[in-house]
């Protein structure tokens, strides 16, 4: 198993960013699958997740910005980010767990800065 996430980068306060991450390996539609993120200095948090039947679930702070979604075909899930806050500024990695084995994929780094 693979994941692949891309899309990160510097944007302004208030602006959007769309990450994504490919797997391969296995089927999205029977993995739930999740967006980490870890700021300097600071713990993981768990920002959002998906599972295999598309319910999602958001950390507070991502409440009403971000949204997670799937593209079963291409086997790819997203986050998209909007309202940009500079407390957001972190590496992001998608994960998911499957056979009782965590993967990750290499992080992508979103700086939100004026």
């Known amino acids: 198993v693979q994941l692949q996430a891309s899309g990160g980068g510097l944007v302004q306060p208030g602006g959007s960013l769309r990450l994504s991450c490919a797997v391969s390996g296995t089927s999205l539609s029977s993995n739930a699958i999740d967006w980490y993120r870890q700021a300097p200095g600071k713990q993981p948090e768990l920002v959002a997740f998906?599972?295999?039947?598309?319910?999602?679930e958001y950390v507070d702070s991502a409440k009403g910005r971000f949204t997670i979604s799937r593209d079963n075909a291409k086997n790819t899930v997203y986050l998209q980010m909007n309202s940009l806050k500079s407390e957001d500024t972190a590496v992001y990695y998608c994960?998911?767990?499957?056979?009782?084995?965590?993967?990750w994929g290499k992080g992508t780094l979103v700086t939100v800065s004026s």
């Open positions: 998906i599972t295999s039947r598309g319910r999602t």
């Open positions: 994960h998911l767990v499957k056979d009782s084995r965590p993967y």
